[in-house]
Structures are given as C-alpha cells and as structure tokens.
C-alpha cells in the first residue's frame, strides 16, 4: 500500500461517521484517527451532532403516510402536461417511500451541522487574530463591561452577558464588534495570569441545539453550543479539559435551564 492510500481525505471522515465507508477503509481510517488527535475530535463532534439530530428527529423517517393519501388520483387529476405529471410523480413517490421523512431529517442535519462549522471556523479565526495583539486585542476595554455588553446587545438585537470568569482565574480583557456568518456578531476576551487567552463569540443562529460540541485545529481549539437562538463558541488553546471547563462556567451562566450534553 502506497503512503497515497494511507492518507485519509474528509470525505472518508465524513463516510466513517455515516457508516458509508468502504469495508477495505475503515481500517486505514481508524489507524489515521489514532494518530491523528485533532481529526478524531472532529470525528466526535460529527458523531455526538449526528446522534443529537437522530434522538430528535429519528421518529420522522418512520412515519407512514396520510391515510387520505391518494396517490393515484393525485397523478389523474393532473393532466396538464409531462411536466406537471412528472411533478405529481415525483411528488406521490416521496410519501410512497416514506422519503420525504428523511429529507427533512437529512436537510435538518445538514444545516445544523453548516452552522455550528461557520460559527467555529469565524470564531477560530478571530480568536488567533487577536490573541496575539498586545496594544489593540479589543475594541472596548474591559472595564468598560455595561457599556460592551449594552452597545453589542443593541447590535445584535439580542440581551448579550460577557461571563464572568474571575472564579477560573480569568480576567476581562473586553471585547469588540466583528461581522459573522449570520450577521454581527460579538466577541468577548478574557486573560490568565500566565497570558494565555480564551475567547468568546457569539452571533444568532438558526440552529436548536444547546451542546457543547469540540472542535480541535492546530494549537487551538473551540466548544460550541446554542442558547436562545444564539450560537455561541469558547476559543482557547487545545486543552480539552480547561476548555472545556470554561466553556461549562461560561454557558452556566449564560443558561441555567438545562445541563449540557456532548465533550
């Protein structure tokens, strides 16, 4: 075997995740996994999503048509030509096969999945942006916290909260304003005493789920989750376990309705 075929595209990821990979692959893939840390996060953020979706959209792809479903007389009341009969086939044959169950489950999934990868990537890339800056890293210091807070919550029409972080040994540094896949978003900046900095951005979404989902790459690394119709991602460096206790501290304070499900 050529060191070709032992790499490992995304598509393969995807595939192993969706249980479509070829069976002379899977082997080749998990190997990669396995010596590749910052691809199996990824593989189990794409799992623990997945899993999500199917707890709560499952139920769909095994509903059984309308009873008053005619699809014959459906097809004969159209006439109007092959277009509009071809239509009404289309049409009688995805509630036939019980298809249409599964597109909207497989549209859900393909959008929510969309989003949280916007959001994370945006994020990322703002957060090794300006962690490095030393005289400009924020727009608004933090001192100024109402004021950030107040100014954001009116650019992104939604009541915003910089967490406080202070417990984590976290100080506000502050914030500032950036564009983002749906529109503004904000961004919120916070500092340990040994310099390192984590960031938070947040942005509205149209995404329903409130995981936290692990995003790894390179040095840095994100968690995800949605609250309120806000997508919102702690960025940091790749810690998973002090990451992913920030993220907890942060999201504790931003929704206390519900632990978090994912890692």
């Known amino acids: 075997m050529t060191e070709q ?10 595939a192993y995740v ?12 998990e190997a990669w996994l396995a010596a590749h840390p910052d691809d199996a996060a990824r593989v189990a953020a794409w799992r623990s999503q997945a899993e999500l979706i199917r707890a709560r959209y ?8 309308p009873r008053n479903l005619n699809v014959a007389r459906l097809a004969r009341r159209k006439r109007r ?6 239509a009404a086939a289309v049409f009688a044959a995805f509630f036939a096969g019980g298809v249409a169950g599964w ?3 497989g549209a859900e999934a393909a959008s929510s999945l969309s989003e949280q990868r916007r959001f994370t990537a945006d994020a990322l890339e703002a957060y090794r942006l300006y962690v490095v800056e030393v005289r400009h ?5 933090g001192d100024q916290r109402p004021h950030l807070v107040d100014w954001l919550s009116k650019r992104l029409g939604s009541p915003l909260r910089a967490p406080e972080l202070e417990k984590m040994g976290l100080k506000f540094v502050g914030g500032r304003l950036l564009p983002g896949p749906t529109g503004a978003s904000a961004f919120f900046m916070y500092e340990a005493p040994s310099g390192e900095r984590f960031t938070l951005y947040c942005g509205h979404t ?7 989902l692990y995003t790894a790459k390179d040095q840095s690394a994100a968690y995800y989750w949605v609250d309120h119709n806000l997508a919102y991602v702690l960025s940091g460096p790749a810690e998973r376990e002090k990451l992913r206790a920030i ?3 942060a999201y504790d304070q931003i929704d206390t309705r519900t632990p978090p499900l994912g890692g």
């Open 5 to 14: 075929d032992r790499n490992v595209t995304e598509d393969e990821l995807h």
């Open 18 to 29: 969706d249980g479509e990979l070829p069976a002379q692959r899977r082997g080749i893939v």
């Open 58 to 65: 499952g139920a769909v792809a095994n509903e059984k048509p």
């Open 81 to 86: 030509g092959v277009a509009t009969m071809a």
């Open 103 to 105: 597109f909207a489950r």
């Open 137 to 141: 890293p924020v727009e608004v210091p």
């Open 206 to 212: 149209s995404d329903q789920e409130t995981a936290l």
């Open 247 to 249: 993220a907890q501290a």
